[in-house]
């Protein structure tokens, strides 16, 4: 199971970002990161994701996981249709993509391009990209950002039906968000990093 | 006749009324012959086939030139922008390559290489720093974001090669080709008309010269324009049209607008 082993991490080496951080998640479930903006949970999904590694501890657990996840932007292709942007697997992830996007209420845009997608709709794209992705281990980054409340727990519904058997992180300073995905809330806080 | 063509078209006639008019007052075919003299001479020269051999040939020269330019000028951009000994070595000649006269390159290159492959190497000189510089601040500039992304969801190599890294370089490529195109032509034809190879519209320019032709120098000049005005109208077309197929991989199979349908599916 994914685990964080006083782990310490920083941008700047003056200002760390996480310090003797210690946590261990569950291997299966929703489990919600809530704390306030800048305290470093981003940090923690980018180095259970493989895009940082710790300066001093480890992050054990996520060797052969398969990632999926949605990053705080939308980081979509501007050059690819909103289908295109949520296939991630060439050989076999275009009818799941497509589907996703469906469910999202995004059926009648699979050929538009991100320039003509609302700030909603591209949030969309983004979540129905990791749904779509082969994952055992699902990163959710602020998902719900720019989602109309009905819309924004429509997905949450659905996130949290979709990977029962893998581990779900969800980053948030919203508890309603990791309320509606059933979630097992760790609040954190400060800078460097802490459990509240 | 499109209202978009209209103001082209108008400036064109503009500028011919007053080179009519700069003909008028000079009244000397010798030193500015009138349009009329000069279209009259194009047309005598389009219907010789030495017209469309000199063309051809001088064609085949500047492509030669612009593609190796174009191929040596990506490859030294991926060189310089991925080692640091590449970059100390390859950038500084660059950059003399860019800031030298052509001329002097070319009566250099007249000293080493055959009068007949001169203008091939002299576009392609020209080609290179420009290519390079274009293409070294694509790569700079990739987004790492995106490439994150292509790390995280595992694109794999060729995948985000395909759909990340040609995309974001291709606007870098099209004015890199169509920058270099022009200098490519303007250059390889200079080289020809110093170097004077068989079969080319700088020899040909340069002869009308020598025998005080000024209409047959003005109707090779408008060829040479003409031809390269039409290069960069087809390069531009040709790169549109890869990036639509580098961009889009076809139409989205139809879904139901049902939601749930993936989760009752099981997805």
């Not at chain 1, 991100?114 to 992705?133: E, Q």
């Not at chain 1, 109309?148 to 039906?161: F, G, H, K, S, V």
Request: aromatic share 8%; hydrophobic share 55%; charged share 15%.
């Amino acid at each position: 199971m994914p685990a964080f082993e006083r782990v310490g991490f920083a941008y700047d080496p003056a200002r760390p970002v996480v310090q003797d951080f210690t946590l261990a998640l569950p291997p299966r479930g929703v489990v919600s990161l809530v704390g306030p903006s800048g305290c470093g949970k981003t940090t923690l999904l980018r180095l259970l994701a493989g895009l940082e590694s710790p300066q001093s501890g480890t992050v054990s657990g996520v060797e052969g996981l398969r990632v999926a996840m949605v990053f705080q932007e939308d980081r979509l292709l501007p050059w690819e249709t909103a289908w295109e942007n949520a296939v991630t697997a060439p050989l076999d992830g275009a009818r799941p993509a497509a589907e996703w996007l469906g469910a999202l209420g995004l059926g009648d845009s699979l050929n538009q391009r991100p320039g003509a997608l609302s700030g909603g709709m591209k949030r969309r794209v983004a979540i129905a990209r990791a749904l779509a992705a082969p994952h055992d281990l699902l990163l959710l980054d602020e998902p719900f950002a720019g989602l109309d409340e009905p819309t924004w727990r429509d997905a949450a519904a659905r996130i949290a039906t979709a990977n029962a058997d893998g581990l779900t992180v969800l980053v948030t300073h919203v508890l309603d968000h990791a309320a509606a995905m059933g979630a097992t809330v760790i609040r954190l806080e400060g800078t460097p990093l802490r459990l509240r | 006749m499109t209202r978009r063509a209209f103001p082209g078209i108008a400036a064109a006639l503009f500028w011919l009324a007053v080179w009519q008019v700069v003909s008028m007052l000079v009244d000397q075919v010798l030193l500015v012959p009138a349009p009329l003299v000069v279209l009259a001479t194009l047309f005598d020269l389009v219907k010789t086939p030495t017209f469309w051999a000199v063309t051809g040939s001088s064609l085949l020269r500047m492509g030669i030139g612009f593609v190796a330019g174009v191929v040596a000028g990506c490859a030294a951009a991926v060189l310089t922008t991925r080692f640091r000994t590449a970059d100390a070595l390859l950038s500084p000649a660059l950059r003399v390559v860019r800031a030298a006269p052509v001329a002097s390159f070319i009566i250099v290159a007249l000293v080493w290489i055959p009068t007949g492959r001169l203008p091939a190497f002299i576009a392609f000189l020209m080609v290179v720093p420009v290519v390079w510089d274009n293409m070294a601040a694509g790569l700079q500039r990739q987004d790492a974001a995106l490439l994150e992304m292509a790390s995280v969801f595992r694109l794999g190599w060729w995948q985000t090669m395909v759909r990340i890294r040609i995309p974001s370089l291709l606007p870098f490529f099209t004015t890199a080709c169509t920058t270099g195109m022009g200098l490519a032509w303007k250059s390889g034809v200079a080289a020809e008309v110093i170097s004077r190879p068989e079969l080319s519209i700088g020899g040909q320019l340069q002869d009308a010269k020598v025998y005080l032709a000024t209409p047959e120098v003005f109707a090779w000049t408008i060829t040479a324009v003409a031809l390269s005005i039409a290069l960069e109208r087809v390069l531009r077309l040709a790169t549109s049209r890869v990036n639509l197929r580098v961009a889009g991989a076809g139409a989205a199979p139809s879904v139901s607008r049902e939601r749930g349908s993936v989760a009752d599916a099981g997805v």
